[in-house]
């Protein structure tokens, strides 16, 4: 790989994060191609470069957000693991994820809401799949008499909102709980609360005696 490529590559997720951060906060009606450009201190003609125009870019966004939870997530069910400890590592993986990412939930759940130009064409074939291999995943567990029974496509709609819901309630969750959460702190404290409520949740009591 050339050096030239690396400084495009960083420019090119500097553009991305910046435009996630926009996108989130306004709504893809709200952000213009200037509105990135003056954010990330560049020409537009320099952005153009980069994508064709602001379908692309949004398209682009939206797309890196599903895929930096998407490769973990599938490699963590195709593992040979014990239930409870992938249970745990899925746990952590999606918290960790969102929390190190202050805009994703937000741009995710706004997109879905509004049933988005990128939702509508194949973006929600990708959320599919991950969900639904969550629930398969899940109704593996239950056969294997792990897990506690239930519909596991409402447990997988129901974990969205234990997992999202706090990263996108910014200013109230932080007026509540006395702290940002995006603050490491919050984030691990996040994580270990939300394990611990994940094994109280999904596993089955072993019976004594």
Request: charged residues 25%.
């Amino acid at each position: 790989m050339s050096d030239a490529t690396e400084p495009q590559k960083g420019r090119k997720e500097e553009i991305l994060e910046l435009a996630t951060a926009l996108f989130a906060e306004r709504g893809y009606e709200g952000v213009s191609m200037n509105d990135v450009a003056e954010s990330v201190g560049m020409r537009k003609a320099s952005l153009f470069y980069h994508f064709a125009s602001k379908d692309s870019l949004y398209e682009a966004v939206l797309d890196r957000l599903i895929a930096s939870l998407q490769a973990p997530l599938e490699a963590i069910y195709a593992s040979g693991g014990k239930y409870t400890d992938r249970l745990e590592a899925l746990t952590s993986t999606i918290v960790v994820a969102l929390g190190e990412r202050p805009h994703a939930a937000r741009l995710l759940v706004r997109e879905a809401m509004d049933w988005g130009p990128v939702i509508r064409g194949k973006l929600h074939e990708r959320i599919l799949l991950v969900l639904e291999a969550g629930a398969a995943w899940l109704r593996a567990g239950q056969d294997d008499g792990v897990f506690v029974e239930g519909d596991p496509k409402h447990v997988v709609l129901s974990a969205i909102g234990f997992h999202f819901m706090p990263f996108i309630l910014g200013e109230l969750v932080e007026r509540y709980t006395g702290t940002a959460p995006f603050d490491p702190a919050f984030v691990e404290k996040r994580r270990v609360e939300l394990v611990r409520q994940a094994r109280n949740l999904h596993l089955r009591r072993r019976k004594s005696g």
